[in-house]
């Protein structure tokens, strides 16, 4: 705007006043054009000298037009960029420039900014080469190491263990048997087990028989269930008595409780080969139906040869198998340590670990942060956990500390990778900066085998710092999605970069830049795919189920930070418009009607009611100018009913607090509040501290509502909870510091007498 006065600008544009930086731009570029020949056919690039002085804005460049090239200077202020920095942008300015000498009628976006030494960095070097593709199979692995170890366990579960001997004898017996319903190599088979040891076997027995196992979840609405068979159409579902009412008509059945023979130890003829389908992982679809994954052997397997490099066989002694089969990091819980010697230590849930105290065998966990932070809240890992993997969500640094804090816990890792790329693409361990403050985890770097490319919306690639879209490939790349070629040609793009024949990137949606020091760092997402306490969800998917209701005329999904609830813990949000005359559209009507369709995951956490949805200019739902849900909300159809007791009123005031809303009633259900089970472990260790008094998360499971778990502490056996004391606040954190140093005291006591014990 040269042609209006800096005066008149302040006057009408009343920018924000701050001494920290200049109220209209941050970056400054001049250009001074003395008068220049008209012949300038020599005119070339020459090279710029960065100059470092005083800073009058963030970042400045100064060139001038001489007869013989372009002189200039590069400002900058140190509070924000480095030398390093600045001379890179410098030179990307060079390189530029450079372009638009070589091809002046090309636009400004189709010229490199990268120099060659530059680009060979961003694409060779911060790139592992990939050797040859695996050769063996998922099961193949394992048979090897029942040959080897057939004595040792397994399996272990809350019943007993099983040894790799037993195992192979009942995967072989079944295998058999599913070779002669029609499953081999490319039949999809499906698993509709809970978690016991039949599901390990189920799993390892389809890939033996040579075909591709289908998980699916007892937990599941009965209509997620039937488009996934209808999707992957599996012929066979192995399946238990006590399970297989909740599936619907279609392919026949297996049930594994049962006898089905046990085979001799020798196992079927391999039928599958390293190119075959393993499995399909299902995951949320824009549209409103779940896609398949479809894995190979190869890329499961090339995920298990880095693992089996990186984490020791002590670290596989007791591997927690607590993730749904049907995401893609159970398939490092179950098959590493199958394919390394080691124990999977069945679990429904990684907070199961708080009722198996030190005595449990488990060494090693894979969970997300958010159940992490509740696994370390007050209270220290079991003893023999060596190695925490988390994945699914950033790392706040509070819980970094509190890990670094942890004296028995060996490494902590940060692992990062979507489904189509085969569970695990880049990893970090995390750590504390030398002066002992906790570092914000990076994604990390690829794991062997894989390479990762930031590009930007030319598909080109990106300087380091600068955000792009994340590309993955290599050997853990997915087939692409079944049945869906479009879907697949858009996910998965030929490889520029690589130059070898046929070699295709992923497309992952994922946003980063890559740190000076080639580690990548997550920045979001570029479109509405979002992930929740580790759940990857497509919000579009939610939308189109709630869009079906008769009573809804508009809705758009967004997700909020969860208040009360962990950092960085976030939560769904539905915004419906009702329909007119639709009357009173209910929190618990609207809630039952998406769990008819979605997982219990997928199901948002707060409904609020607008008259209109906010849009943008160009139409579309303006997401940045929803509400937050406040008194907005719609609340639950129960009638409210006042806590009165000190012993219901306390626990009111703690679901209140942990749920971040404004009152409990006695008969609101915990869960249609939006609770889900980390909050629930929250809600138990705040009881604990407030009564005085053991509270199991178990009651809380089964008496969701203040009046049913009150009700069930007053008839059980434990005794009675004390009156709330009449004391000040000053008192009652005292008494709570108290308790706290008793624990830390009582910790401290286990330590000694258990290194009295160490050889």
């Given amino acids: ?63 001038m037009e001489l007869p013989d090239g372009l002189v200039g200077s590069v400002e900058h202020t140190t509070d924000l960029f480095d030398t390093t920095t600045a001379l890179r942008l410098a030179g990307q300015l060079e390189t530029l420039l450079a372009g638009f000498v070589a091809h002046p009628g090309r636009a400004a976006g189709e010229l490199p900014l990268l120099a060659e030494a530059e680009r060979h960095q961003v694409l060779i070097e911060a790139n592992e080469v990939a050797g ?35 195992l192979r004898r009942r995967v072989d017996g079944l295998a058999i048997h599913l ?87 020798t196992g079927p003829r391999e039928a599958a080969t390293a190119g075959n389908l393993a499995y399909l992982i299902y995951t949320s679809g824009s549209t409103g139906r779940p896609k398949g994954v479809a894995i190979e052997h190869r890329s499961a397997v090339a995920l ?28 490092f819980e179950i098959f590493l340590p199958l394919a390394r010697g080691g124990t999977i230590v069945l679990a429904d849930s990684a907070l199961d670990l708080l009722a198996m105290g030190d005595e449990t065998p488990v060494t090693l966990i894979n969970t997300v942060p958010s159940a992490a932070a509740e696994l370390t809240r007050g209270r220290s890992l079991p003893a023999g956990v060596r190695t925490l993997n988390m994945a699914g969500e950033p790392i706040p640094p509070a819980l970094v500390a509190r890990l670094a804090a942890e004296p028995r816990l060996g490494r902590v890792f940060n692992l990062y990778g979507p489904s189509e790329a085969t569970t695990y693409s880049t990893w970090e361990r995390v750590a504390v900066e030398s002066d002992g403050t906790p570092r914000s985890p990076a994604i990390g770097r690829p794991i062997a085998g894989t390479s990762a490319y930031v590009v930007d919306r030319g598909q080109r690639p990106v300087p380091s710092g600068v955000p792009g879209e994340l590309w993955l490939g290599g050997a853990g790349l997915a087939r692409g999605y079944l049945g869906r070629p479009e879907l697949t040609a858009a996910g998965f793009v030929p490889d520029p970069f690589g130059g070898e024949p046929g070699a295709r990137l992923y497309r992952t949606g994922d946003l980063v830049r890559r740190l000076p020091d080639g580690r990548l760092d997550f920045l979001g997402r570029i479109d509405h795919q979002v992930k929740v306490r580790g759940f990857r969800i497509e919000l579009g998917e939610i939308e189109t ?50 769990r008819q369709a979605l997982p219990e995951f997928m199901v948002p956490s707060d409904f609020v009611a607008l008259r209109t949805l906010p849009l943008t ?48 009633g006695l008969n609101d259900n915990f869960f249609d509040l939006g609770g889900h089970s980390l909050r629930l472990v929250r809600v138990a260790a705040v009881l604990e501290e407030r009564l005085g008094r053991p509270v ?34 000053e ?25 009295q014990d160490l050889p």
């Fill in 179 to 265: 070779r002669r319903l029609g499953v081999g190599p490319e039949v999809p088979a499906a698993v509709f087990l809970d978690r016991r040891p039949e599901l390990v076997a189920g799993l390892l027995a389809i890939l033996a028989a040579g075909g591709a196992y289908v998980p699916l979840d007892p937990v599941y609405p009965r209509e997620r269930l039937s488009l996934t068979l209808e999707d992957c159409q599996a012929p066979v579902v192995l399946t238990r008595s006590g399970l297989v009412d909740r599936l619907p008509p279609g392919p026949e059945t297996v049930l594994l409780d049962v006898p089905q023979g046990v085979g001799d130890g």
């Fill in 545 to 594: 189920v709630l869009a079906r209701h008769p009573q809804v005329a508009g809705v758009t999904v967004a997700v909020r930070e969860a208040k009360g609830g962990a950092p960085g813990e976030r939560r769904l949000v539905a915004y419906v418009v009702p329909r007119d005359g639709a009357g009173d559209l209910g929190i618990q009507e609207l809630r039952g009607f998406v």
């Fill in 304 to 331: 298990l040869d880095w693992a089996g490099e990186l984490f020791p066989d002590a670290d596989l002694a007791g591997v927690l198998a607590s993730t749904s089969i049907c995401f893609d990091l159970s398939v």
């Fill in 1 to 63: 705007h040269q042609d209006v006065p800096f005066e008149k600008l302040v006057e009408d544009l009343e920018p924000e006043r701050s001494l920290t930086f200049t109220p209209f731009f941050q970056v400054l570029f001049t250009l001074d054009r003395p008068p220049l020949p008209a012949d300038l056919s020599d005119l070339a690039p020459a090279t710029m000298t960065p100059q470092i002085g005083s800073a009058k804005f963030d970042l400045t460049f100064t060139l």
């Fill in 132 to 166: 040859s593709p695996p050769a063996s199979t998922l099961h193949g692995l394992f048979f090897r190491q029942a040959e080897r170890t057939p004595d040792r366990p397994a399996l272990h579960w809350q019943e007993g263990t099983l040894t790799y001997g037993e």
């Fill in 731 to 755: 008192e009652l954190e005292q008494r709570a510091d108290d308790r706290r140093q008793g624990r830390a005291r009582r910790r401290e006591l286990r330590l000694d007498r258990a290194s």
């Fill in 617 to 664: 200019p160009s139409g579309k739902v303006d997401r940045k100018a929803l509400p937050e849900p406040g008194a907005l909300r719609l609340g639950p159809e129960t009638v409210y009913a006042e806590p009165k007791s000190a012993l219901e009123q306390t626990v009111a005031t703690v679901l209140r607090e942990v749920l971040g809303i404004e009152r409990v």
């Fill in 696 to 729: 199991q998360v178990l009651d809380l499971f089964r008496s969701p509502t203040v009046a049913l778990l009150c009700a069930a502490w007053a008839t059980s056996e434990a005794p009675a909870a004390p009156p709330v004391p009449e004391a000040s606040a």
